[in-house]
T-cell receptor, first 111, second 114 residues
Framework: QKEVEQNSGPLSVPEGAIASLNCTYS??????FFWYRQYSGKSPELIMS????GDKEDGRFTAQLNKASQYVSLLIRDSQPSDSATYLC???????????FGDGTTLTVKP | DAGVIQSPRHEVTEMGQEVTLRCKPI?????LFWYRQTMMRGLELLIY????????DSGMPEDRFSAKMPNASFSTLKIQPSEPRDSAVYFC????????????FGEGSRLTVL
C-alpha cells in the first residue's frame, strides 16, 4: 500500500462546476496535509494546507480533513480552465520533517 | 528572495557519464529536499538535509546516487555512472523549519540519459 493514495484520474469537469479531489494516507501519526498544484512542465506550488479536522476555505478552494478516516480532500468551486493541472496531495509527520506525495490527479476543466 | 535555484535546467548525457545537479535553497531555510519525478513513479523523495546534515537518504535508489550539502546555500546531487532509467525531472525544494510545512520547489532539472 502506498503511503499516500489519490484518485487515479484524469478528472474532467465543465467550467463552473465543482471539482472534487480525494486523498488517503496510511501513517496515522501524520500531522500536516497539503495540496500542491503542478502545471504541465512546471514545479509544484502550494495552494492549501490543513492541520486539524474539518474544513478550511480559501477563495474557491476548500480543504477537508478527517484524521479518523485518514482522508483529506480538495474541493474547487466554480472551476475555471486555468485550474487545469495536476493536483498533488502531500502528507507530513512534522517530527520527521519530510513530506510524502501522492501520484497526483490530473484535472481538466472544459470551457 | 529569488526562490530555490536549480541548475542545469536541462541535461542530456550519454549512459555512463557523470551528472551533477545543483541547488541553491532559499536563504534561511533549514531543510533541503531532493525529489525525482517520473510518469511511472510520481514524485519520489530521494534525500533530505536539515542544517546541512543528511537526515534520511532511504530514497536514494542506488550507490550510483550521492548528495552533499557543504554549506547552507548549496547542495549537489550526483549520479555516477548515469543510466537511461535515471531520466527524470529532479526537483530541489527547501522548507523554512519544522513548524512550517510548505515546500518551495525549484524549477527542476530535466535529465535525459541516452
Amino acid at each position: 500500500q502506498k503511503e499516500v493514495e489519490q484518485n487515479s484520474g484524469p478528472l474532467s469537469v465543465p467550467e463552473g462546476a465543482i471539482a472534487s479531489l480525494n486523498c488517503t494516507y496510511s501513517d496515522r501519526v501524520s500531522q500536516s496535509f497539503f495540496w500542491y498544484r503542478q502545471y504541465s512542465g512546471k514545479s509544484p506550488e502550494l495552494i492549501m494546507s490543513i492541520y486539524s479536522n474539518g474544513d478550511k476555505e480559501d477563495g474557491r478552494f476548500t480543504a477537508q480533513l478527517n484524521k479518523a478516516s485518514q482522508y483529506v480532500s480538495l474541493l474547487i468551486r466554480d472551476s475555471q480552465p486555468s485550474d487545469s493541472a495536476t493536483y498533488l496531495c502531500a502528507v507530513s509527520n512534522t517530527n520527521a520533517g519530510k513530506s510524502t506525495f501522492g501520484d497526483g490527479t490530473t484535472l481538466t476543466v472544459k470551457p | 528572495d529569488a526562490g530555490v535555484i536549480q541548475s542545469p535546467r536541462h541535461e542530456v548525457t550519454e549512459m555512463g557519464q557523470e551528472v551533477t545537479l545543483r541547488c541553491k535553497p532559499i536563504s534561511g531555510h533549514d531543510y533541503l529536499f531532493w525529489y525525482r519525478q517520473t510518469m511511472m513513479r510520481g514524485l519520489e523523495l530521494l534525500i533530505y538535509f536539515n542544517n546541512n546534515v543528511p537526515i534520511d537518504d532511504s530514497g536514494m535508489p542506488e550507490d550510483r546516487f550521492s548528495a552533499k550539502m557543504p554549506n547552507a546555500s548549496f547542495s549537489t546531487l550526483k549520479i555516477q555512472p548515469s543510466e537511461p532509467r535515471d531520466s527524470a525531472v529532479y526537483f530541489c525544494a527547501s522548507r523554512e523549519d519544522l513548524n512550517t510545512g510548505e515546500l518551495f520547489f525549484g524549477e527542476g532539472s530535466r535529465l535525459t540519459v541516452l
